[in-house]
Nanobody
């Protein structure tokens, strides 16, 4: 089992920045990919970014490319999501997720482990 705990959410103004952190514990040596998803009220959970734990290959949702950066610290079992130039439409609960498998990283069903979520609110 892997446990994930997010932190760093909060309130930001449009154009501002926030950094989310996700600390993993337990069987973290088995992780293949870690990702960030978000879910706005009344909407489906949406892929935001992912990083391969070994090698650091990254992918992003088109609407966050150039604004968000995912990174990892293997020694600290931590993944980060640096969010800049925030927009009101970025408002959502952000979830950290991890999977042991190499599958479609954009699908929530690929991920076996989830954090509790952290609220990000961007005001206009």
């Amino acid at each position: 089992q892997v446990q994930l705990v997010e932190s760093g959410g909060g309130l930001a103004q449009a154009g501002g920045s926030l950094r989310l952190s996700c600390v993993g514990s337990g069987r973290t040596f088995s992780i293949y990919v870690m990702g960030w998803f978000r879910q706005a009220p009344g909407k489906a959970r949406e892929f935001v970014a992912r990083i391969r734990w070994s090698g650091g290959v990254t992918s992003y949702l088109d609407s966050v490319k150039g604004r968000f950066t995912i990174s990892r610290d293997n020694a600290e079992n931590t993944v980060y999501l640096q969010m800049t130039r925030l927009k009101p439409e970025d408002t959502a609960i952000y979830y950290c997720a991890a999977t042991d498998f190499n599958s479609d990283f954009r699908l929530p069903s690929t991920y076996h482990y989830w954090g509790q979520g952290t609220q990000v609110t961007v005001s206009s």
